[in-house]
Nanobody, 126 residues
Framework: QVHLAESGGGLVQAGGSLNVSCVVS????????VGWFRQAPGKEREFVGG????????YLVDSVKGRFTISRDIAKNTVYLQMSSLKPEDTAVYYCAAAIVYSDYVPSLLGHYNSWGQGTQVTVSS
């Protein structure tokens, strides 16, 4: 059983920055790719990006590329989503999720992820 816990959401003005963290347990952290998803009110949950099991590969969707960064600290079992130049349309509940993988890649489909955190609210005011 994998447990994920996000922290670090909050309220920020447009153009500002915010960092969100995801702690993954147990310590078999290294077999998981970790993805970030977001869900705005009335919209479907969408993939934002992710990082491979080794941290050697990351993927970000075009709408956040150049503004968001994903990294992982294997020693701390933690994945980070660093967000900058935030826009009101980035407002959503952000979730991290874990996918068991057997090679070093980033799954992009929601169905590949079988363990989810509780989510953290990110609100960007205009």
């Amino acid at each position: 059983q994998v447990h994920l816990a996000e922290s670090g959401g909050g309220l920020v003005q447009a153009g500002g920055s915010l960092n969100v963290s995801c702690v993954v347990s147990p310590r078999t952290f290294s077999i998981y790719a970790v993805g970030w998803f977001r869900q705005a009110p009335g919209k479907e949950r969408e993939f934002v990006g992710g990082i491979s099991q080794t941290g050697g590969k990351t993927y970000l969707v075009d709408s956040v590329k150049g503004r968001f960064t994903i990294s992982r600290d294997i020693a701390k079992n933690t994945v980070y989503l660093q967000m900058s130049s935030l826009k009101p349309e980035d407002t959503a509940v952000y979730y991290c999720a874990a996918a068991i993988v057997y090679s070093d890649y980033v799954p992009s489909l929601l169905g590949h992820y079988n363990s989810w955190g509780q989510g953290t609210q990110v609100t960007v005011s205009s």
